[in-house]
């Protein structure tokens, strides 16, 4: 790690690591020295760097006013770039690891009269800390949680999620197993919602997805429809990706981006230096700007309207539709 990343990190010990569910860990980062932690909002995440350079953001799932640690749960994937493989088989208790400060791409609308938050699998991190932040500013009676997984050992949080103020106000589906409910009907939650309602989803694309589909079917406004992914979804890539040249406009150097390399991968093997943290079109970590070009925007970070204006570009997923595009860098 530079010095200059260094600078804008900080240093926590893993107090305590346990199971949390089924494929699933628990991590508890503390102050090394005890003091307390920086102050976040609910939907904040961190970055965690690890071993080989690699960085990983995870939602803090502790309850804002608890500084005295963060708490993440981290699903094991299958398909694993090496973060959460890291974190399950690499980091013990007692490990000191480095993160960077919170930073929040989801967070509670100011104002809204009532909240609905929709969690499915792991997306119920940043989906508890929003019901536990609304719990300890007194705003209990307005808001509804539905949290739906595969199968009851699947689902994680739910010692948290049996306390008092949020046990009468969360609800679990379970897919298989035989338990009632089975699934979470997410039109019909909308659909009863209160006016003035903002709804919050975070959990696998195709969950949040359908979210976002049965709000737009309904008439929901977009200002009213918040929305965190912990993955973009799959896009098939090869024999469909052109290569095409990424043009440095401050120095006006030339960046060739193969067919099937990203362009991130691509400026790393010229030696430029891209800060990222997911690398899946996520975050937004990676944005720069676009001064002549037309990228083929493959990110769920930029919203539609932002998309058509093709004056930024994620270059961790995204990719350009004329032969050269000149960006910002």
């Avoid at 699998?121 to 719990?135: E, F, K, N, S, Y």
């Avoid at 079109?281 to 944005?287: D, W």
């Amino acid at each position: 790690m530079t010095a200059a990343a260094e600078m804008n990190t900080l240093a926590v010990r893993v107090a305590r690591r346990w199971p949390e569910a089924r494929g699933i860990e628990a991590f508890e980062l503390v102050h090394p020295h005890g003091d307390a932690l920086p102050a976040f909002r609910a939907g904040a995440h961190v970055d965690v760097h690890l071993p080989g350079a690699m960085v990983r953001p995870y939602s803090i799932c502790s309850a804002p006013h608890e500084l005295w640690r963060y708490l993440i749960c981290v699903l094991r994937e299958p398909a694993s770039r090496g973060g959460s493989r890291a974190l399950h088989d690499a980091v013990q208790e007692g490990d000191v690891l480095r993160i960077g400060r919170p930073r929040n791409l989801f967070a509670l609308a100011e104002g809204a009269s009532h909240h609905l938050l929709l969690a499915g699998g792991i997306g119920i991190t940043p989906i508890l800390c929003m019901a536990q932040q609304l719990v300890q500013a007194g705003d209990g009676k307005h808001f509804a949680l539905h949290y739906a997984v595969q199968e009851r050992e699947r689902a994680a949080l739910l010692g948290a999620l049996a306390a008092p103020g949020l046990a009468e106000r969360s609800h679990l589906y379970c897919s298989s197993g035989g338990e009632v409910p089975a699934r979470m009907d997410i039109g019909q939650l909308l659909a009863q919602a209160a006016a003035g309602t903002h709804v919050y989803a975070c959990g696998p694309a195709r969950f949040v997805q359908a979210v976002q589909s049965a709000a737009a079917a309904q008439g929901w406004a977009g200002e009213r429809v918040h929305v965190e992914l912990f993955a973009a979804p799959q896009l098939l890539r090869g024999d469909g990706d052109a290569a095409f040249e990424l043009v440095l406009a401050r120095s006006g150097r030339v960046v060739d981006v193969p067919a099937g390399c990203s362009a991130t991968e691509a400026l790393a093997a010229a030696g430029v230096a891209v800060p990222t943290s997911c690398a899946q079109g996520v975050c937004g970590t990676c944005l720069m700007g676009v001064v002549s070009g037309v990228p083929d925007h493959r990110d769920m970070y930029l919203s539609a309207e932002e998309q058509l204006r093709n004056d930024q570009f994620l270059p961790c997923c995204s990719r350009a539709l004329t032969g050269r595009l000149v960006v910002d860098l």
